[in-house]
């Protein structure tokens, strides 16, 4: 495994971008600066990567959190050192979710910032804890090993960012280089599937089939191991019903009769709520029970009147928030593969009562969609909207979201009917201002159409990469719910705390129509519910960038699908769904 010519005389530059070429990298996010200069000029004369140019560092790291999500890759993402802070957020997110980016920061001079060199601060310390490793550039002899490490350990346990710090120096220092060459099994992930303790997948069986009213939940983690068609052929083997916490949500087909759907604190609705609570099991898959997927550890109730089962690849998630009986570290599909082998082997004959939850699930679909709930003066409802785009909404689309009405009702309502990672949230952190760079990301990862729903309040968070938007040509539809609130910390007030109004959750109205115009996006507004399918039907079928904006009630007016809300609700005999 050497270079076929034997060593070659190479800069850093060449190196770097060689490496990535050759771990399969087509694109990489990010935005120039000073200390990259160096890199860019043998980008530009050497190297095929697509560059996708974003208008502000924190939109690339989101769009690469995004675009790996989707991909299954691991995704690059470069800053320059001014810049180096504003990639936190996308890191941290991509490090609660498990997504493998490879985070390149160049910088000045080693130790130029002892000398206060503008710039100057210490990336690697800054990016240690929300990496699974951080460390620098010191020569360009180690570039070749310490890129295949890089893709390596971001790939491999539970994938996480590993973050690269690149001295502006490094780019244009040269070295013979006799070991380019990369490890092809680290440009995807999971790179590895152990399988967990065959004992405990047994134990857990035994549990499974003697269990009277058992569910399966799954986390993100089960579309991270592309565990999707054995989980359900576990499901239909033992007609176990399946839900989702938000970020895992399209696991299994959510129209299949074993789908409960989304389940939890976030987009959970009360009949997959209320089954959960009442189910005598509990199988954890790829989930680390946080507390918005579990109702702040109160969905399953007392946790001593149930058995938990827990399967993940993080040791440190397996039965962190819950007792469990039986605890397995391992891949997901790979584990359950073993499951599902064992069970027909040696269970041929099981004969298991058939659970078709699609009746339930209808009923409570209907209620929510034929509830006409007076909307206030001026809005429309959020439920209509998530109930078009449901019936329009082509098999092959992306759906971004992020907290706030912009997620809460397409978490709850939307149907994907075809199993896959195609629902993208940052329910990890919950930051604002996710949705629109995950779009970016998604365009350049998906070749369907891309839909981003956004509040206004992330919105004035990345106006500026509309244009990033406009500029990629993509399919891309990006719906404006718009309440002229932080709409969240209003509800979380006035729900939870019984604050009468809020103290500064509202801002000043702004025509986000004119703004997307600007930008060159094909732009409508929706002011009557009879507008909202052939807008939304046009948007999607346009092929370019398409911006639709629709008013909507804060969270404190209409009350949307987050349980201990709802409870708020209905001791104040407020207007809700659930």
């Known amino acids: 495994m050497v270079n076929p010519a034997g060593p070659m005389r190479m800069n850093g530059a060449q190196v770097i971008l060689k490496m990535l070429e050759l771990h399969g990298v087509r694109h990489v996010f990010g935005l120039p600066g000073e200390t990259t200069i160096g890199w860019y000029k043998e980008w530009r004369a050497h190297s095929d990567i697509e560059f996708v140019l974003t208008r502000d560092e924190r939109t690339a790291s989101y769009a690469a959190e995004a675009y790996a999500k989707i991909t299954g890759r691991p995704c690059v993402l470069e800053a320059p050192s001014p810049g180096i802070t504003h990639c936190t957020p996308g890191i941290t997110e991509a490090f609660l979710s498990s997504v493998p980016v490879i985070f390149f920061s160049s910088d000045i001079p080693i130790n130029q910032d002892k000398k206060h060199g503008l710039t100057g601060v210490d990336q690697t310390r800054l990016y240690d804890s929300i990496c699974k490793e951080s460390f620098v550039l010191t020569n360009v002899k180690d570039i070749p090993f310490l890129l295949r490490r890089a893709f390596r350990v971001a790939t491999s346990g539970r994938p996480a960012p590993v973050h690269i ?77 399946v839900g989702t916490t938000t970020p895992g949500k399209g696991t299994i087909p959510e129209d299949h009769p074993l789908a409960l759907r989304v389940i939890g604190g976030r987009g959970g609705m009360e009949y997959s709520n209320q089954y959960v609570h009442e189910a005598d099991t509990i199988f954890f898959i790829g989930s680390n029970t946080d507390s918005a997927a579990t109702d702040h550890w109160k969905l399953y109730g007392d946790p001593n009147s149930k058995t938990f089962l827990h399967l993940d690849i993080a040791e440190a998630h397996v039965g962190n928030n819950f007792p469990v009986q039986v605890g397995m570290v391992g891949d997901a599909r790979a584990s359950i593969e ?120 992330s919105f004035g968070f990345v106006i500026g990469d509309m ?18 609130a932080f709409g969240w910390i209003r509800g979380e007030a006035i729900l939870l705390d019984d604050v009468d109004e809020p103290w500064s959750t509202d801002f000043g109205a702004v025509d986000y129509v004119k703004v997307a115009e600007g930008f060159g996006f094909k732009t409508a507004r929706i002011t009557s519910e009879a507008d909202i399918e052939p807008i939304l039907s046009e ?40």
Not at 406 to 423: E, K, M, V
């Open 165 to 241: 710090r690149v001295p502006i120096n490094i780019y244009g220092e040269e070295a013979e280089i006799g070991d380019l060459y990369a490890e092809p099994e680290y440009s995807h992930y999971p790179a590895h599937r152990p399988v967990a303790d065959h004992g405990k997948i047994r134990a857990a069986i035994d549990i499974l089939i003697k269990a009277e009213k058992p569910a399966i939940v799954c986390g993100q983690g089960g579309l991270i191991s592309k565990a999707s068609d054995v989980i359900l052929e576990l499901a239909e083997l033992l007609q176990i019903p």
């Open 338 to 457: 073993y499951m599902v082998e064992i069970i027909r082997a040696e269970h041929p004959n099981l004969d298991r009562p058939r659970v078709d939850l699609n009746p339930v699930k209808k009923t409570a679909l209907d209620k929510v969609f034929n509830s006409n709930i007076p909307m206030p003066e001026g809005t429309l409802s959020p439920v209509r909207l998530s109930q078009v785009l449901d019936k329009i909404m082509p098999d092959d689309a992306v759906v971004t979201s992020e907290p706030g009405v912009s997620a809460i009702y397409p978490s709850a309502l939307l149907t994907f009917r075809i199993p896959g990672r195609r629902y993208i949230t940052n329910y990890s952190m919950g930051a604002l201002g996710y949705s629109v760079p995950a779009c970016i990301g998604a365009a350049y990862a998906n070749d369907g159409p891309i839909i981003s729903f956004t509040g206004d309040g």
């Open 467 to 484: 244009e990033t938007l406009k500029r990629s040509g993509k399919n891309v539809t990006v719906i404006l719910t718009r309440n002229d």
């Open 539 to 578: 948007a999607i079928a346009n092929p370019g960038a398409n911006f639709v904006e629709i008013m909507v009630p804060s969270q404190d007016k209409i009350i949307p699908f987050v349980p201990n809300w709802v409870r708020a609700a209905r001791e104040k005999n407020l207007p809700h769904f659930y």
